[in-house]
């Protein structure tokens, strides 16, 4: 029976990642703060649901608590780690900097020294689809030059890549680094438009729309996240040899066992579509409260999910309509309206 670490296991898509896991025959072991950036009670109801497997053990502290992982590493001795543990929100690291800096950067550093002393056999890090930035060409490849990011959230994940690709080089570790293209669906996080979206219309309140509605996002289901995960876990990158050129799927470095892939629909679609799927799913109309775009927000993202399918022979195949509406059924039955 392999081990698996799953950092963030409470969390939205650590939970489903959990679930899949176990569904598999994994042992997994969970590691969660249980903070309170939403409702803690949410990751409670997320965690007791993973608990009714015996194969699953849930540890509550912080991934930035020094020695933490360096023990957990050595004790338990992870096949696989999948490191989803972080602070997320491109608004909030506006308000609150200093937790991305604990959280991503100093969390993420925790868990790579700890791999550097027990390594696993794969690890499998979170970036984010915000990790591109001021990019304008899409689809977004995962060789398109990503320097320009938006926000202190997307500069701390994109931290994260270069760290981790640096110490895959120096103590040949397999790392693959996942960016999420906008992931929805039940058990979703309430800081998220379609949680926020939902809860509006439902109570009769309007929902602000910004950029007056011209945005697009390469949605993606939660389900079809969670089995790119799964997928991806059983294909490590293998370092280049020598001088030769690096082969399909192998790494995207020419010097490490390291590797980008986007998970994402490969669909670009406008935010207003998105309203009306939930529009239909709630026999609502939105009241629309139109407004210019945030900070740090981008107009659209796109993801060519190309490296994910040639990889894993996996493409995510779940539509707006048919993701949103299982949603809205989730949320009525989760808040009993």
């Not at 949410?42 to 912080?62: C, G, P, V």
């Not at 997928?231 to 990158?237: E, G, R, S, V």
């Not at 775009?293 to 995510?316: C, E, F, H, I, N």
């Amino acid at each position: 029976m392999r081990t698996a670490l799953v950092t963030g296991s409470a969390g939205f898509i650590g939970s489903f990642v959990c679930e899949r896991l176990l569904r598999d025959g994994f042992r997994v072991i969970g590691l969660d703060a249980m903070t309170d950036y939403y409702e803690v009670s949410l990751k409670e109801r997320r965690q007791a649901r993973l608990l009714q497997s015996e194969q699953f053990q849930a540890i509550k502290d912080y991934v930035e608590t020094p020695g933490l992982l360096m023990d957990l590493f050595a004790r338990e001795k992870p096949d696989v780690v999948v490191h989803l543990a972080a602070q997320a929100g491109v608004r909030y690291s506006i308000e609150n900097p200093r937790s991305y800096l604990d959280s991503n950067i100093i969390g993420t550093f925790e868990l790579l020294e700890a791999a550097r002393a027990h390594p696993p056999q794969h690890m499998l890090l979170a970036s984010t689809s915000s990790a591109f930035g001021a990019n304008t060409e899409m689809p977004y490849r995962e060789t398109d030059k990503a320097d320009h990011q938006m926000s202190f959230y997307a500069a701390t994940k994109k931290a994260t890549e270069n760290m981790a690709h640096s110490y895959a080089h120096l103590f040949d570790l397999p790392i693959t680094m996942f960016r999420f293209f906008t992931v929805y669906g039940p058990w979703g996080r309430p800081d998220m438009a379609l949680f926020k979206f939902t809860k509006a219309i439902l109570e009769g309140r309007p929902i602000d729309v910004y950029n007056y509605g011209d945005m697009k996002r390469d949605f993606t289901y939660i389900d079809d996240l969670a089995e790119a995960i799964r997928l991806l876990i059983d294909t490590p990158p293998v370092r280049p040899a020598g001088s030769e050129a690096i082969a399909e799927g192998d790494s995207l470095s020419p010097v490490a066992p390291w590797r980008v892939v986007n998970i994402g629909n490969s669909n670009a679609v406008q935010l207003t579509e998105f309203i009306d799927a939930i529009e239909q799913a709630t026999g609502q109309k939105a009241e629309r409260n139109l407004m210019p775009m945030q900070a740090g927000d981008v107009p659209a993202t796109w993801a060519d999910a190309g490296l994910l399918k040639s990889l894993t022979g996996y493409a995510p195949r779940t539509g707006v309509s048919e993701g949103v509406s299982r949603f809205v059924e989730w949320y009525r039955d989760y808040y009993r309206i």
